[in-house]
T-cell receptor, first 115, second 113 residues
Framework: AQSVTQLGSHVSVSEGALVLLRCNYS??????LFWYVQYPNQGLQLLLK??????LVKGINGFEAEFKKSETSFHLTKPSAHMSDAAEYFC?????????????FGSGTRLQVQP | NAGVTQTPKFRVLKTGQSMTLLCAQD?????MYWYRQDPGMGLRLIHY???????AKGEVPDGYNVSRLKKQNFLLGLESAAPSQTSVYFC????????????FGDGTRLSIL
């Protein structure tokens, strides 16, 4: 069975500081990995996805993530935080069952950006 | 382009009442999913469907039923609501099999008293 672990349920950074949100996964096969962002009272919006074409994946709003197979990690980073980045972030792995492809989510990390 | 639309957005029920949550997508997607979101637990899969007329159980299906009579709609039913079903429910869809991301609706916040 697949699983996703997000270290740190809450992360607080200053505006302009580096954002680092951690995600570790377990999967018996090469994973399909995603990062989603959820703003208050909204649904989940795709930030980026790992497609195996490149280990460094660039997403929207200046976010990127690096896939490291040896560490089973897919950490999300942004060089300079903006107030509008305050939200909850979810890492997810897709299962490999043909005819299902459901997502298993981490428990989420709430990002707070201080002025 | 509406994407995935969920109705209602909010609902309060009494224990034992029944209701149906509606999910509609206008992207001609084959696969559709229902998840529930609880604090500190991320999202968990309730039921899913890979095409019109097909449904299957996810990880937390007890107390819920689903139907997919039309390709664009995926209904989630609670036959006899329980306080443990208080949650935020999200519907998602994707084109089909493979690595495409899922598209999510804005959720239905459901409280069971």
């Amino acid at each position: 069975a697949q699983s996703v672990t997000q270290l740190g349920s809450h992360v607080s950074v200053s505006e302009g500081a580096l954002v680092l949100l951690r995600c570790n996964y377990s999967s018996s096969v090469p994973p399909y990995l995603f990062w989603y962002v959820q703003y208050p009272n909204q649904g989940l919006q795709l930030l980026l996805k790992y497609t195996s074409a490149a280990t460094l994946v660039k997403g929207i709003n200046g976010f990127e993530a690096e896939f490291k197979k040896s560490e089973t990690s897919f950490h999300l980073t942004k060089p300079s935080a903006h107030m509008s980045d305050a939200a909850e972030y979810f890492c997810a792995v897709s299962d490999h069952y043909p005819g299902r492809r459901a997502l298993t989510f981490g428990s989420g990390t709430r990002l707070q950006v201080q002025p | 382009n509406a994407g995935v639309t969920q109705t209602p957005k909010f609902r309060v029920l009494k224990t034992g009442q029944s209701m149906t949550l509606l999910c509609a997508q206008d992207m001609n997607h084959e696969y559709m999913y229902w998840y529930r979101q609880d604090p500190g637990m991320g999202l968990r899969l309730i039921h899913y469907s890979v095409g019109e007329g097909t449904t299957a159980k996810g990880e937390v299906p007890d107390g819920y039923n689903v139907s997919r009579l039309k390709k664009q709609n995926f209904l989630l039913g609670l036959e006899s609501a329980a306080p443990s079903q208080t949650s935020v429910y999200f519907c998602a869809s994707k084109p089909g099999d493979g690595n495409q991301p899922q598209h999510f609706g804005d959720g239905t916040r459901l409280s069971i008293l």
